[in-house]
């Protein structure tokens, strides 16, 4: 006779992981298998035969949990069942298919809401945090009824070890994260070469590069003048100007200075 059991686990996760992150996680296959304590192998196989059309798409892998039916492990053995791992915008939905009638269907999400954005309405009964991100675990499990309470005690507590793993894993590659852009080395300011018109004698002394010299139509004008000619001709260009008197700065008010 076979028995339903339907419950929720939900785990907070640790400050600083990103919904991205965990995301990442959950997508990831062979990290959720590596996580889980029971799994001993696995493998990737192609649809079964036994597998509905509409999880043809699904990827699917042969698992071998070791499970101990005794404490200290006194009586384990290994069972090998099948399980469909398919990828959702929020988590992901797996389909596993063991002996004995055993059908667990899993829905992993990520909820919750990080700071600064719009908080997510919290769902109750569920022992949600009313802060911060969350990993929620949804199952529907079928199973012989006298098998139901083992299966689901052993499932809850694989489950939950594999969570805090994640968590754990999540932890160091953020820790891993921020030391690595800690030590990474700033950018260089780019160089730009810009072609100098000015050459410079000194620290505070520019002077123009010499270039061939341009035309002045208006001082060749001036010139060929006339009158510019008849001052060449009697020398008036050669006099020296006349100094104009200046006053020097003196104790006395009244004395004037001329300079010759």
């Known amino acids: 006779m076979s028995k339903r059991t339907v419950f929720t686990s939900i785990t907070p996760l640790p400050a600083g992981i990103s919904r991205q992150t965990a995301l990442s996680f959950l997508h990831n296959h062979l990290e959720m298998i590596d996580l889980n304590p029971l799994i001993v192998r696995h493998e990737r196989i192609p649809p079964p035969a036994h597998c509905p059309a509409e999880e043809r798409g699904c990827i699917w892998y042969q698992l071998t949990d070791k499970v101990s039916y005794l404490p200290g492990g006194l009586a384990a053995s290994d069972v090998d069942y099948t399980c469909a791992f398919h990828d959702l915008p929020t988590g992901l939905q797996t389909h596993c298919y063991a ?3 055993l059908d667990i269907r899993d829905r992993w999400s990520v909820g919750g809401s990080m700071p600064g954005e719009p908080r997510e309405p919290v769902e109750l009964g569920i022992g949600a945090p009313a802060t911060g991100l969350y990993l929620r ?6 199973c012989n009824i006298v098998m139901a309470a083992f299966v689901k005690k052993t499932l809850k507590k ?4 594999l969570v805090v793993r994640l968590a754990e ?7 891993e994260e921020a030391i690595a852009a800690k030590n990474r080395p700033l950018p260089q300011p780019r160089r730009i070469s810009i072609p100098r018109r000015l050459s410079f004698q000194g620290e505070l002394s520019p002077t123009l590069e010499k270039g061939p010299a341009l035309p002045r ?3 060749e004008e001036q010139h060929n003048h006339p009158h510019h000619q008849s001052r060449i001709g009697n020398g008036d260009l050669m006099k020296p100007l006349p100094r104009a008197p200046f006053e020097l700065a003196d104790t006395d008010p009244g004395r004037r200075v001329e300079l010759e």
């Not at 675990?137 to 079928?142: A, G, H, P, S, T």
């Not at 694989?158 to 070890?161: K, T, V, Y």
């Not at 894993?169 to 820790?175: G, I, P, S």
Request: aromatic content about 0%; glycine content about 8%.
């Open 99 to 101: 002996p004995l009638g």
């Open 137 to 142: 675990e949804d199952v529907d499990m079928r």
């Open 158 to 161: 694989s489950h939950g070890a």
């Open 169 to 175: 894993k999540a932890r160091l590659m953020r820790d």
């Open 217 to 219: 139509p208006e001082l």
